[in-house]
């Protein structure tokens, strides 16, 4: 057997044994990543919606800059990041660094603007019949926004699970504020980057499968997600 097949038995074995170390790296991963796009969306959402329906001075200039955010490098972001949380840092005093925390501070950066600027399309494509049939009816500000929310959820549902993706395979900003420790803050992405440097590949390999399972799936739903919108 080639040294190509016996590393993917072993790694398929991990997989079905559910290997410990495996596991943890796994939960490590989808624990940093789901908190820091839960924490987006919460931002993210409004933030979204104030920008596609106020009249923001300037407004033109914020959405621009959002849009550049999105091109940001995570390398740049952690690098940010380290210097106010670094021990030198204006924030140091806190501990956060090589901690999950800094991990999530991280990709919520990296994030926001991504879930920003995807809810601000989903809304803009809501009709503005919508907003005027709620207010005809009688509808406070507040309901009208409710109804036209109802309304974009599939295209906002869409913007969260597009950055979920982005986060779970990204791995400048987890090997600089995480520091790949073993057993806290090492994710599927910097354990894959480190058994390649042993030359270890059966856990890099396992780990990439199992990577490569949840961006599938993440995928799937996104699509089905935005089927759903694109057919309302």
């Known amino acids: 057997m080639s040294f190509f ?7 398929f074995e991990l997989i079905w044994r559910l290997d410990a170390e495996l596991l943890n790296i796994v939960l490590v991963s989808l624990s940093v990543s789901g908190l820091a796009t839960t924490a987006a969306s919460l931002v993210g959402i409004p933030a979204g919606f104030f920008l596609a329906y106020s009249n923001l001075p300037g407004r033109r200039i914020y959405i621009t800059l959002l849009n550049t955010l999105l091109a940001l490098p995570t390398v740049v972001i952690g690098l940010f990041v380290y210097m106010f949380i670094s021990r030198r840092g204006l924030f140091g005093s806190l501990g956060l660094l090589y901690t999950q925390k800094a991990i999530i501070i991280g990709q919520f950066i990296l994030i926001v603007p ?53 986060v779970i395979s990204e791995i400048g900003i987890s090997m600089m504020l995480g520091g790949n420790i073993k057993g806290y803050t090492r994710t599927m992405t910097t354990a894959m980057a480190l058994e390649y440097d042993k030359g270890s590949f059966t856990l890099a390999i396992a780990l990439g499968l199992v990577l490569m399972s949840l961006s599938l799936l993440v995928n799937i739903v996104f699509q089905i997600v935005q089927g759903r919108s694109r057919a309302r």
């Open 114 to 166: 991504l879930v920003t600027a995807l809810t601000i399309a989903a809304i803009s494509r809501v009709d503005e019949r919508y907003r005027s049939t709620a207010k005809t009816l009688g509808a406070n500000a507040w309901q009208t926004a409710l109804v036209v929310l109802r309304e974009a959820r599939f295209g906002i549902a869409a913007a969260v699970i597009s950055a979920f993706g982005r």
């Open 5 to 11: 097949s016996q590393s993917f038995a072993a790694a």
